[in-house]
């Protein structure tokens, strides 16, 4: 029987300290607040305890950042599409900031197992003022447990609506788009890391944001496929390409430090949770 599960999560600034409201129905909820950045930054834990989804699952998340207010999300560990026998896997994000609020989105890694059927839909709003870090990395299979990616289907969409929509499909049988040279030429991990703003970035600061994002680059093993771009004047982008996701995961570690210190002057720490 499929699970459906659903958390909804509400950042408030009260007193000067962020603080999370939330609501679940199913096996979806976080753990309790932490601060180490302070009590202005809310650092949250994802759960799903489960530990993945099949076919038919599907996984709501709504977040609400209010004025002022600073979230942080991570998970404990990767999310994981399992082998589907014809249903499609979905996880549907909503996040929508209010002015001046901040989020940063940064689950673990999606790992796509042979014969999943899944699709990972993440929509972003945001007002003027607001500004949101995040990342999306997703594996093909488990190639260093020799578990390829050998059957399946994904899809993906992200959007920041009239800002912002990268949408793909990628099917496990497309040896062109998975092996060539113009796709991803052989590589089982794709991973983007995004700064986005509820309005146009100070063109030095947005230089600023990629040259740091450059320079880190730059000096990773990584360097040949990665690359930062931005779009328009409320987005930055990080790209990488890698074999597995433990350098790509690095490499965006790296940037988001340098990004988080240079554009919100906060410390570069990472959740402890990643460490366990």
């Known amino acids: 029987m499929p699970w459906h599960a659903a958390l ?3 950042y408030r600034q009260e007193s000067g300290t962020t603080v999370v409201r939330h609501t679940h129905t199913g096996p979806l909820r976080v753990l309790q607040s932490l601060y180490p950045d302070g009590p202005t930054v809310c650092h949250n834990v994802l759960v799903h305890p489960p530990g993945g989804l099949v076919g038919g699952d599907t996984l709501e998340i ?32 909503h996040i929508a900031l209010k002015p001046d609020a901040r989020l940063e989105w940064l689950p673990l890694e999606a790992i796509l197992y042979s014969g ?18 995040g990342w999306d990395v997703t ?6 447990a020799s578990q390829p990616f050998m059957q399946g289907h994904f899809r993906q969409h992200i959007e920041v609506p009239g800002v912002w929509l990268e ?4 099917d496990a049988t497309d040896t062109r788009l998975l092996d060539g040279p113009t796709g991803l ?11 986005i703003a509820g309005s146009p970035l100070e063109r030095n600061r947005l230089q600023a944001a990629l040259d740091a994002a450059r320079a880190v680059i730059a000096n990773h093993a990584l360097a040949p496929t990665a690359g930062a771009t931005s779009p328009n004047p409320q987005v930055i982008i990080v790209r ?3 074999p597995i996701v433990e350098p790509a995961m690095e490499l965006l570690r790296a940037v988001r430090a340098a990004w988080r210190n240079q554009l919100w002057g906060l410390v570069s720490d990472n959740p402890r949770i990643w460490a366990m």
């Open 8 to 10: 909804a999560l509400d």
């Open 167 to 170: 949408r793909g499909a990628l």
């Open 185 to 195: 030429a052989g590589h089982r991990c794709m991973a983007s890391l995004f700064f």
């Open 240 to 242: 990488v390409l890698a």
């Open 62 to 93: 709504k977040v609400d950042v209010a004025e002022l207010a600073h979230g942080l999300i991570t998970t404990p560990g990767a999310t994981r599409f399992y082998r589907s026998e014809g249903d499609t896997a979905l996880q549907s994000t």
């Open 139 to 144: 594996a093909l299979g488990l190639p260093n």
């Open 116 to 133: 999943c059927l899944a699709e990972n839909r993440l929509i972003m709003n945001l007002a003027p003022g607001a500004e949101l870090m």
